[in-house]
């Protein structure tokens, strides 16, 4: 990942729950809330669609990749303490 991130350039923002970089024509979109394995919030859901929305406006962008920062999930589905 290093390797590519030298090669490409890094270019990352970090929101609460999502952190963002681009990797060359890739716009790569990390689930980041450890705390509750990544369960969607409202604030996680604004976040991702700020993301999404910023890499399909940015025409250099060809592909965007949805990842986890947490080892044990992916997403635990819905964060039903927000119900």
Known sequence: M??????YGFSGKVHEKVVQETLG???VIYLNSKS????LS????????????KYEKDPK???IAL????EKAF?????????
Do not use: Q
């Not at 409202?42 to 929305?53: C, R």
């Not at 819905?78 to 119900?83: C, D």
């Open 2 to 7: 290093l390797f590519r991130r030298i090669l």
């Open 25 to 27: 024509r890739v716009g």
């Open 36 to 39: 509750d394995l990544n369960a």
């Open 42 to 53: 409202a604030t996680m859901k604004g976040e991702l669609i700020e993301s999404i929305n």
């Open 61 to 63: 962008i060809r592909a």
């Open 67 to 70: 990842l986890s920062k947490v």
């Open 75 to 83: 997403c635990a589905g819905a964060n039903i303490k927000e119900f």
